[in-house]
């Protein structure tokens, strides 16, 4: 069992989303950056979609009241064990009776706290990710709080197999505070104006300090269409690029709504959807098109990479044993 000391900022319990609920209109929630998500828990033994915290900008205090394998990717929020160093994208062992926090904020904005065993929350709707418009899912809908206390399931890593793989670390993403965000065009691509289709990868944007889990909204150069369309709401997805009456682009993010009216200037490929979680307000950002084939190119290798990393880890740990 962990106690939460302090909730931190925003911590949640999230595991991959909510799905095949969206044509009710129950939005997919799940982890900002599922990649991180996926090898934290990859790292601890877990099946991909067990749930775990997630933890922005401000880290929790978590007293752990038993023996435990941890291990934390994503952003680095300087994690520490009882004053000691936590090393990101690798296994650690935790002793019961000591405490982990966090310290100053210094790459990214979100990290993921993986526990062997998985965060025991119950089940809604197929899922334990938290959705906190509607106080669904996770620790009773909502960010965890001083005095929680989350069950753990049964790990499949041990502690002394734990400590023997604390060398042992995954491929992390090239997170920054100003990346190149890879997109395709949106489904009303052309009905934007040639100087905003022009300006849209030309020119910076940055993130508005008016954004969270739903939808990252930017501040740069204003986009309209060539002349005014009535729309019909249509099906959005993660990394959906609207674009509103202002003419202020919204990246619609895990919490999006399961429908939108607003027209779709680009959709951000899949495998730079970390890149664009980790940011934070006032951070800049740059657009780069690329084709829906060179998408799926990269998406079949980053998962090559990590069935391969998987398998990799397995051999390992059947040979330690």
Same mark, same amino acid.
């Given at each position: 069992?962990?106690?939460?000391?302090?909730?931190?900022?925003?911590?949640?319990?999230?595991?991959?989303?909510?799905?095949?609920?969206?044509?009710?209109?129950?939005?997919?929630?799940?982890?900002?950056?599922?990649?991180?998500?996926?090898?934290?828990?990859?790292?601890?033994?877990?099946?991909?979609?067990?749930?775990?915290?997630?933890?922005?900008?401000?880290? &929790?205090?978590?007293?752990?009241?038993?023996?435990?394998?941890?291990?934390?990717?994503?952003?680095?929020?300087?994690?520490?064990?009882?004053?000691?160093?936590?090393?990101?994208?690798?296994?650690?062992?935790?002793?019961?009776?000591?405490?982990?926090?966090?310290?100053?904020?210094?790459?990214?904005?979100?990290?993921?706290?993986?526990?062997?065993?998985?965060?025991?929350?119950?089940?809604?709707?197929?899922?334990?990710?938290?959705?906190?418009?509607?106080?669904?899912?996770?620790?009773?809908?909502?960010?965890?709080?001083?005095?929680?206390?989350?069950?753990?399931?049964?790990?499949?890593?041990?502690?002394?197999?734990?400590?023997?793989?604390?060398?042992?670390?995954?491929?992390?993403?090239?997170?920054?505070?100003?990346?190149?965000?890879?997109?395709?065009?949106?489904?009303?691509?052309?009905?934007?104006?040639?100087?905003?289709?022009?300006?849209?990868?030309?020119?910076?944007?940055?993130?508005?300090?008016?954004?969270?889990?739903?939808?990252?909204?930017?501040?740069?150069?204003?986009?309209?269409?060539?002349?005014?369309?009535?729309?019909?709401?249509?099906?959005?997805?993660?990394?959906?690029?609207?674009? &509103?009456?202002?003419?202020?682009?919204?990246?619609?993010?895990?919490?999006?709504?399961?429908?939108?009216?607003?027209?779709?200037?680009?959709?951000?490929?899949?495998?730079?959807? &970390?890149?664009?979680?980790?940011?934070?307000?006032?951070?800049?950002?740059?657009?780069?098109?690329?084709?829906?084939?060179?998408?799926?190119?990269?998406?079949?290798?980053?998962?090559?990479?990590?069935?391969?990393?998987?398998?990799?880890?397995?051999?390992?740990?059947?040979?330690?044993?």
């Amino acid at each position: 069992m962990l106690t939460i000391r302090k909730g931190g900022m925003q911590t949640t319990v999230q595991d991959l989303g909510r799905f095949g609920f969206q044509k009710y209109g129950v939005v997919a929630s799940g982890a900002m950056d599922p990649y991180a998500l996926r090898l934290a828990n990859l790292l601890v033994g877990n099946e991909d979609n067990a749930a775990a915290l997630e933890i922005t900008l401000m880290g &929790p205090e978590i007293f752990f009241e038993e023996d435990a394998v941890i291990s934390i990717c994503g952003g680095d929020l300087r994690p520490e064990l009882d004053g000691r160093a936590v090393g990101l994208w690798r296994p650690a062992a935790v002793t019961k009776g000591q405490t982990l926090t966090f310290g100053k904020l210094h790459i990214g904005s979100r990290c993921y706290l993986a526990v062997a065993g998985g965060i025991d929350v119950p089940k809604v709707m197929n899922s334990r990710s938290t959705y906190l418009r509607a106080a669904l899912g996770g620790y009773q809908g909502r960010a965890l709080e001083a005095g929680d206390q989350l069950t753990i399931g049964k790990a499949v890593v041990t502690q002394k197999l734990a400590t023997q793989e604390e060398s042992w670390f995954a491929p992390s993403p090239s997170y920054s505070s100003e990346p190149v965000i890879r997109v395709t065009p949106g489904r009303q691509y052309n009905l934007f104006s040639d100087d905003s289709r022009k300006r849209f990868f030309s020119e910076p944007f940055s993130l508005n300090s008016q954004s969270d889990r739903m939808g990252y909204r930017l501040n740069g150069p204003r986009l309209s269409l060539s002349e005014k369309q009535e729309m019909i709401s249509e099906a959005v997805a993660f990394g959906s690029i609207q674009v &509103p009456a202002d003419g202020n682009p919204i990246i619609l993010m895990a919490d999006r709504q399961t429908v939108g009216g607003y027209p779709k200037i680009a959709e951000v490929i899949t495998v730079d959807l &970390p890149l664009i979680s980790k940011l934070k307000p006032g951070d800049r950002l740059r657009f780069k098109e690329v084709s829906v084939d060179e998408a799926q190119r990269l998406l079949r290798l980053q998962e090559k990479k990590i069935n391969c990393l998987k398998r990799a880890i397995q051999l390992k740990r059947e040979v330690m044993t």
